[in-house]
């Protein structure tokens, strides 16, 4: 079984500043990782598939990268509305798991 | 643009089988991946499994002894039955499809609005 490994597991910013989300997988899981931003009371969004591609209508500000087992989402410039929490998440063959999280709030 | 309704019983006492169902609008069931996953109040996600309109389902093997997922494509929707449930089965459970382009499916998008189970007698 694969396990990601997020940090920091909670990340205090500003708005308008840059936020660097890290996922850490157990071993290789090539491309296969996506993250999701969740908000309180909501289901998780798509952000980023397959390590680097915008999901459909998610902003420019949000980019992902890494291969194997290293992955960064990035948020370029903090606005209100990124306050929240976000997952990365793998696929091995056909398990599928994901990170603890990381919650990214207003300093 | 594809979207799913879970629903089911809000509470369930111990020992007893959890069933869910969802219904998915806007799209059809068939020749796609569909996911089950939960998340307990204030924790992390739990994939559960995931189910094709051919083949056997997979399941978590955590998970796999209790689980048990159809699809009803007449109805056009996935079901989920968890056998035994106990205080820690309490969670929010989301329905999702699972996604990919030529490597696999490899992401849920989308998701349900999810549906709270609470098990308690």
Known sequence: ?107 | QVQLQESGPGLVKPSETLSLTCTVSGGFVSNYYWSWIRQPAGKGLEWIGRIYTTGSPNYNPSLKSRVTMSLDTSKNEVSLRLRSMTVADTAVYYCARVFGYGSGVNWFDPWGQGTLVTVSS
């Open chain 1, 1 to 107: 079984e694969i396990v990601l490994t997020q940090s920091p597991a909670t990340l205090s910013l500003s708005p308008g500043e840059r936020a660097t989300l890290s996922c850490r997988a157990s071993q290789s899981v090539g491309s296969f990782l996506a993250w999701y931003q969740q908000k309180p009371g909501q289901a998780p969004r798509l952000l980023i598939y397959d390590a680097s591609h915008r999901a459909t209508g998610i902003p420019a500000r949000f980019s992902g990268s890494g291969s194997g087992t290293d992955f960064t989402l990035t948020i370029s410039s903090l606005e209100p509305e990124d306050f929240a929490s976000y997952y990365c998440q793998q696929r091995s063959n056909w398990l599928y798991s994901f990170g603890q999280g990381t919650k990214l709030d207003i300093k």
